[in-house]
């Protein structure tokens, strides 16, 4: 058995991304998800759990989330996987768009291998399906342990709220129906790291979240 999935959050860049390490705690073996940033914190927080770190895995493309991944792949010398190939363009602009908003140091990066809904992604013996939410950003994806209850969901959805749809590629309409179709019915005892902000459970922002009431 792989043990029971256990997170760490790291908050990232100017943004306060949540940068997240996923291991099991039977393997201590896991996976960096969205570092944007700050890599010697993040390095940091690796070595004081103890873990062994395979792959790095992105939600999405844009700048607080992925600004860090190639120079954390060069350094720990681990593959990226994620998000969906409809962020290529976000991922290649990644140092004109770091630049900016004063973030020095953000490279381009091609990851290893794209997803695409209905993939498989392992961490350590854990299992996560991927959903391809997009609406925030064309390539979005979603990382849900259906055994242990559990996901991460970048900047798809928040404790409250929901991702920006301002920003190139953004379509609300498309996020809404993402959320409602892929999202949610995942289960409301699915508790879920956001891309920013406090955790929560989708039953909680199907009750509660302003953004989700019809």
């Not at 690796?46 to 062994?52: D, E, L, S, V």
């Not at 962020?87 to 990851?111: N, W």
């Not at 179709?181 to 956001?194: M, S, T």
Request: aromatic residues 6%; contains cysteine; charged residues 25%.
């Amino acid at each position: 058995m792989p043990g029971t999935p256990r997170a760490g959050i790291i908050p990232v860049t100017p943004f306060q991304q949540n940068c997240t390490l996923i291991w099991s705690d039977e393997t201590k073996v896991g996976a960096v998800v969205d570092p944007g940033g700050d890599l010697d914190r993040i390095e940091a927080a690796i070595r004081a759990q103890g873990i062994t770190i395979e792959k790095i895995l992105l939600t999405h493309g844009h700048i607080d989330h992925a600004g860090g991944a190639d120079e954390l792949r060069e350094r720990l010398g681990v593959p990226i996987e994620g998000p969906h190939e409809a962020d290529r363009y976000l991922l290649d602009s990644l140092p004109e768009t770091g630049a900016s908003y004063g973030i020095d140091g953000a490279r381009a990066v091609t990851p290893d291998r794209w997803l695409v809904e209905g993939d498989a992604v392992t961490v350590g013996g854990l299992a996560f399906d991927i959903l391809h939410a997009p609406g925030h950003s064309p390539g979005s994806v979603v990382f849900v342990s259906r055994d242990a209850r559990f996901a991460l969901v970048g900047d798809v959805v928040f404790k409250g709220s929901v991702g920006r749809t301002d920003l190139p590629g953004g379509s609300h309409d498309q996020l809404i129906r993402a959320i409602k179709e892929k999202v949610l019915p995942l289960g409301d005892d699915i508790a879920f790291i956001p891309g920013h902000g406090p955790t929560s459970t989708l039953g909680e922002e199907r009750l509660t979240n302003p953004f989700l009431q019809d």
